[in-house]
Nanobody, 122 residues
């Protein structure tokens, strides 16, 4: 089974930055051949698409995070990152890594991480 482990969440003031990481179990899964993405779920709301990156490096973002967030991948480390800048209180959510996402964000892939909490204070 594919294991995705997120890290890097925490509490930050509005305007601050965080970098999330998603490490995949290398022995059975390589991110280099899979589109990867990030979703988030705020308390009482549905999970929503945040960003995705294809194996070729094409990226896509939700309108709410464009210009502030950046997704990247390090194939050698089998890790995907989400750099989050200019954070706002409305970015507060549990952030989930996803493997196999459609680049448009309209459909998630089969594998999820356990999630990491991001809290932005005003």
């Amino acid at each position: 089974q594919v294991q995705l482990v997120e890290s890097g969440g925490g509490l930050v003031q509005a305007g601050g930055s965080l970098r999330l990481s998603c490490a995949a179990s290398r022995s059975i899964f390589s991110i280099s051949i899979s589109p990867m993405g990030w979703y988030r779920q705020a308390l009482g709301k549905q999970r929503e698409f945040v960003a995705a990156i294809t194996s070729g490096g094409t990226t896509n973002y939700a309108d709410s995070v464009k210009g502030r967030f950046a997704i990247s991948r390090d194939n050698a480390k089998n890790t995907v990152y989400l750099q989050m800048n200019s954070l706002k209180p409305e970015d507060t959510a549990v952030y989930y890594c996803n493997a196999g996402v459609v680049i448009t964000g309209t459909r998630s892939g089969a594998y999820w991480g356990q999630g990491t909490q991001v809290t932005v204070s005003s």
